[in-house]
């Protein structure tokens, strides 16, 4: 399949049935014939292999947009800190129950 033009593009054919044709324009040679060798290696055709491919990058963006960021997960563990105290009593109560390191006192 030869390349024509700049700019690959697909044409969406739907007919009276149930099942839509898609046709892929401006495709190179050289992805070609690596989808025609993956859809060999795994005893599908091209049409086949295709269809597997938009399916499983489709469910995998939809499985990934679901799933919550490093971010999400950190602040749902850390929870919230309900306290009625002003803040600086609160400073005031960790600095008061801080003690020094005494391991060190005589030095290195």
Same mark, same amino acid.
């Given at each position: 399949?030869?390349?024509?033009?700049?700019?690959?593009?697909?044409?969406?054919?739907?007919? /009276?049935?149930?099942?839509?044709?898609?046709?892929?324009?401006?495709?190179?040679?050289?992805?070609? /014939?690596?989808?025609?060798?993956?859809?060999? /290696?795994?005893?599908?055709?091209?049409?086949?292999?295709?269809?597997?491919?938009?399916?499983?990058?489709?469910?995998?963006?939809?499985? !990934?947009?679901?799933?919550?960021?490093?971010?999400?997960?950190?602040?749902?563990? !850390?929870?919230?800190? /309900?306290?009625?105290?002003?803040?600086?009593?609160?400073?005031?109560?960790?600095?008061?129950?801080?003690?020094?390191?005494?391991?060190?006192?005589?030095?290195?």
């Amino acid at each position: 399949m030869k390349k024509r033009g700049a700019i690959p593009f697909a044409i969406l054919n739907r007919t /009276e049935s149930a099942m839509a044709n898609l046709q892929i324009k401006g495709m190179d040679d050289q992805l070609y /014939e690596d989808l025609k060798r993956q859809a060999a /290696e795994e005893n599908r055709t091209v049409t086949q292999e295709v269809v597997h491919l938009l399916r499983s990058h489709l469910a995998s963006r939809k499985t !990934s947009k679901a799933a919550r960021t490093p971010a999400e997960v950190l602040l749902e563990l !850390s929870g919230a800190w /309900e306290d009625g105290r002003p803040a600086g009593d609160i400073v005031n109560e960790i600095l008061e129950s801080r003690r020094n390191s005494t391991r060190l006192a005589d030095g290195l």
